[in-house]
């Protein structure tokens, strides 16, 4: 594999021009860069730079509205809902979660559902924004099927990804973005790029059966993590992003989408609440002695503490040469 150095504003700048060039206006471009730029800073390969072509052709296609403006609207004063219009993600993320911040900050506990969006980023920035704040943060949601519940052969859930933060004062805080799926189907992607195999229990070939090549499984099915466990982690996943937003299913989202390679249309829940008043005064140092306990047990890593090392790193990333010219080549 070829590669070549990009700094990290050049990253940035790409992503936004690129964008500029097929559509998106300079709230939408910005958005989409920004969530671009901190994944490839971070080491979250699978969801900077990788994302770029399908953002593209959901643009083209006409699916995603590169000029959407999101509307905010309070159900109650603890549940706030964000349609995007037909934007991506971030640009809605962006719109809600600082009313999502002063929500929780006032009542404990509140949500942010959104809805009319197309979600194709990393979970852990919504979730990190929150825990800056010192909030608890967890947010979900739903992709066009990839995964078999346990058991089964045929995809029903989307790789439904999960993330949790967790504020540490004077600390990075404890952050995670999990696929309920053995594998985000991303890095299966660039496995297959890539010429690596993955670990036997990612996924099923078409026929059915196990397989360590990722290329077959991306012509097959992806397998939830922990068997069972994992299944029904990807089902709450299901009900928390469609269900409660009122969006669509997994299977309703292939079943409406019009198959130009980018993300379809769904669902993200966002669920933020306060330590300080949920806990009440002094829950800094008692849940700091559990961390510190934690992490003075050899081999232990904090959830996070990759991603946070990386961005300490403000020097030039390694991106995959054929990537840079496949998104030059759409600008």
């Known amino acids: 594999m070829s590669i070549k150095e990009l700094s990290l504003e050049a990253i940035r700048d790409l992503a936004k021009n690129v964008m500029v060039a097929n559509g ?31 953002y593209v052709k959901a643009l083209r296609s006409g699916k ?41 900050e006032k009542i404990g506990i509140a949500a942010l559902s959104l809805i009319g969006v197309h979600h194709f980023a990393a979970l852990w920035p919504e979730t990190e924004f929150l825990a800056d704040r010192g909030l608890v943060g967890i947010a979900c949601t739903a992709y066009m099927p990839s ?11 989307g790789t439904n990804p999960l993330s949790f933060a967790w504020p540490r004062p004077g600390h990075n805080p404890v952050v995670y973005d999990m696929a309920t ?32 090549d990722p290329a077959a499984i991306a012509k097959g099915v992806l397998l939830p993590f922990g068997g069972y466990k994992g299944s029904a982690i990807a089902l709450m996943v299901e009900l928390l992003a469609a269900g409660m937003t009122g969006e669509q ?16 249309r769904g669902g993200e829940m966002i669920i933020g609440m306060s330590p300080a008043l949920i806990a009440g005064d002094g829950w800094q140092d008692h849940v700091e002695g559990f961390m510190q306990k934690m992490t003075k047990i050899d081999g232990v890593r904090m ?18 040469v054929e990537l840079i010219e496949t998104i030059n080549g759409l600008l």
């Not at 989409?32 to 490839?40: K, P, Q, V």
């Not at 549940?79 to 219009?85: L, M, N, Y």
């Not at 670990?199 to 360590?212: I, M, S, V």
């Open 64 to 104: 995603v509205d590169g000029k959407a403006k999101p509307t905010i609207k309070y159900l109650t004063p603890a549940i706030i809902q964000v349609d995007g219009h037909g934007c991506f993600a971030p640009l809605a993320q962006a719109v809600g979660l600082p009313a999502l911040a002063e929500a929780t």
């Open 24 to 54: 998106c206006d300079a709230a939408n471009a910005e958005a989409l860069a920004d969530i671009i730029y901190r994944a490839e800073r971070d080491g979250s390969h699978s969801h900077g730079l990788f994302r770029v072509p399908g």
């Open 147 to 157: 995964v078999a519940p346990a058991g089964a052969t045929e995809a029903l859930f």
């Open 303 to 320: 959830p996070g503490e990759r991603r946070h090392k990386n961005r300490l790193d403000k020097g030039p990333r390694q991106i995959n």
């Open 249 to 264: 299913f997994s299977f309703e989202a292939r079943e409406n989408d019009n198959k130009d390679g980018g993300p379809p």
């Open 181 to 212: 799926a053995s594998m985000a189907m991303g890095d299966v992607q660039i496995a297959a790029r890539d010429g690596r195999d993955v670990p036997l229990g990612t996924g099923l070939d078409a026929d059915g059966k196990l397989t360590t």
